[in-house]
């Protein structure tokens, strides 16, 4: 059985319609979502501030690429376009951690699991706690709990991460 994490986030349009095209998207697969959050922007580029959510999905067919296919699927279908690096978006889908039995590593140059940057954006790792209290995320030193990752952060990196009171229907 593969699994994969994603974090889905928007701050253009219908934010909470984009987030709800991914669970939509993926349909029975979704085992758990996360609340949606409200984050203040990552980067340097002056912008909205974006909804955030962690999906957990199931698929037997599908490995880390496949998972990468779909999640660029929905990046399409909401007109993403790949402009300033951390400037805003329509939809984005970013698989953060895959498994088979086991974490995959890859380092390819498509594809990079788990996610290089996952463990310094609070933005993904407050919504994956929320849902997996016992995440762990193989980061440069091994595998570590989410939950530490998390507390080393910047304390203001954490703060801008606010539970927005909006909510992602699941598939009946």
Request: aromatic share 6%; hydrophobic share 45%; with cysteine.
């Amino acid at each position: 059985m593969s699994r994969v994490v994603l974090s889905i986030g928007s701050n253009l349009g219908d934010r909470l319609a984009r987030l709800q095209s991914v669970v939509d998207g993926l349909g029975k697969a979704v085992v758990a979502v996360s609340p949606v959050y409200e984050t203040d922007p990552w980067g340097r580029v002056e912008q909205a501030p974006f909804l955030n959510a962690v999906l957990i999905a199931e698929d037997p067919a599908c490995d880390g690429p496949a998972w990468l296919r779909r999640a660029q699927e929905f990046e399409r279908a909401a007109g993403r376009v790949r402009g300033e690096r951390w400037g805003p978006r329509t939809l984005d889908v970013d698989l953060i951690a895959c498994y088979d039995g086991i974490e995959v590593i890859a380092r390819e140059p498509s594809l990079t699991l788990p996610h290089p940057l996952a463990h310094l954006r609070a933005f993904v790792m407050v919504p994956w706690l929320a849902i997996e209290p016992d995440a762990r995320l193989t980061v440069a030193e091994g595998p570590r709990p989410v939950a530490q990752l998390l507390a080393e952060l910047e304390p203001a990196d954490r703060a801008a991460v606010r539970l927005s009171g909006l909510t992602l229907e699941l598939e009946s």
